[in-house]
């Protein structure tokens, strides 16, 4: 069972920059494709970045390519999310996830942190 927490949200205002870690316990964090993902009032949760086993792949979502970085430590058992030029509708809980398989999709992810609120102002 691997136990996931974020940090790192926070108010912003829009153009500025936050970086989300995401640490992990209860596994063996290198064995586990580590993604990002976020979820706004009202709308479904989306994909934003997913990072491979040791790094040497990333992909990111359209919306924030570009602009957000995924990066992980696999010795420090923590995946980070560093978010420049954030705009308003960047405003969303944003939760670190865990999954077996490289996946963009929410149900290929078996656990999840319980989110860091990111509020973006104009």
């Known amino acids: 069972q691997v136990q996931l927490v974020e940090s790192g949200g926070g108010l912003v205002q829009a153009g500025g920059s936050l970086r989300l870690s995401c640490a992990a316990s209860?596994?063996?964090?290198?064995?586990?494709?580590m993604g990002w993902f976020r979820q706004a009032p009202g709308k479904e949760r989306e994909f934003v970045a997913v990072i491979s086993w040791t790094g040497d792949s990333t992909y990111y979502a359209d919306v924030v390519k570009g602009r957000f970085t995924i990066s992980r430590d696999n010795a420090k058992n923590t995946v980070y999310l560093q978010m420049n030029s954030l705009k308003p509708e960047d405003t969303a809980v944003y939760y670190c996830?865990?999954?077996?398989?490289?996946?963009?999709?929410?149900?290929?992810?078996?656990?999840w942190g319980q989110g860091t609120q990111v509020t973006v102002s104009s």
């Open positions: 209860g596994g063996t964090f290198s064995r586990y494709v």
């Open positions: 996830a865990a999954a077996a398989r490289y996946s963009t999709n929410v149900d290929a992810y078996d656990y």
